[in-house]
């Protein structure tokens, strides 16, 4: 590297030692010598920028390294802005349209009765009931109905184990046992849920 510094300050050195010596005449002379003072000027700055750079080797690997950090950094956000922007509506929406529709009225009935969204019309029974007062989905189950000793205790200790409810269920065809941590019945046959008021069960929503 120093015999190149050394070697580009000579044919500086030459260039501007030989510009009084041209014996061009006239105008020829003039733009040779400004032809001859730009070439020098040229390699005049050519020569800082090699001293510059040959003086410090690593000064130059950290800047082209800073500037590959910068054009990689600069291209990350755009990409992750482009995949929020097309995955986010479609997730947000199937989410919003899951569970949308509710029974009116509610129906509760037996293991005959079909399971679905109740209306006037297509009475069905509601298999989404949620009760208010415990907060418990309310389970059911087919060709069961629950012993006369079931009591308060017996739910809010055994709900929602089956294997601690079978104790209190008799055999039914035909009937269904309703129960939640709080309440509980035993139906036989269609029943619209605003017949008993002491039920705080309500519709928790339908998948359209």
């Known amino acids: 590297m120093a015999d190149d510094l050394d070697r580009l300050l000579d044919e500086v050195e030459r260039r501007l030692c030989r510009l009084p010596g041209r014996g061009a005449v006239g105008g020829h002379r003039h733009d040779d ?5 730009a070439a020098a000027a040229e390699a005049g700055r050519s020569a800082k920028l090699f001293m510059s750079a040959g003086s410090s080797e690593e000064d130059i690997d950290d800047i ?3 500037i590959c950090n910068e054009s990689s950094f600069a291209k990350t956000p755009l990409k992750l802005k482009s995949n929020s922007a097309s995955h986010t509506p479609e997730s947000n929406s199937v989410v919003g ?6 029974c009116c009225p509610v129906y509760l009935g037996g293991s005959s009765s079909a399971y679905g969204i109740g209306t006037n019309i297509s009475k ?3 298999d989404q009931l949620r009760c208010t007062a415990c907060d418990f989905r309310v ?6 109905i629950w012993d006369q000793s079931c009591d308060y205790l017996f739910f809010r200790n055994n709900m929602p184990e089956l294997s601690k409810l079978r104790a209190k269920m008799i055999k039914k ?3 269904r046992a309703y ?8 139906i036989g046959e269609l029943t619209d849920l605003q017949t ?8 928790g929503k339908h998948a359209e």
């Open 97 to 102: 349209q899951a569970y949308t529709k509710r």
């Open 196 to 203: 008993d008021q002491q039920l705080r069960w309500v519709c």
């Open 179 to 186: 129960a939640c941590q709080c309440s509980w019945r035993s």
């Open 33 to 37: 010598e400004e032809e001859e003072g």
């Open 173 to 175: 065809k035909g009937a």
């Open 139 to 144: 389970s059911l189950f087919n060709d069961y």
């Open 64 to 66: 082209i390294d800073e």
């Open 124 to 126: 069905r029974t509601c």
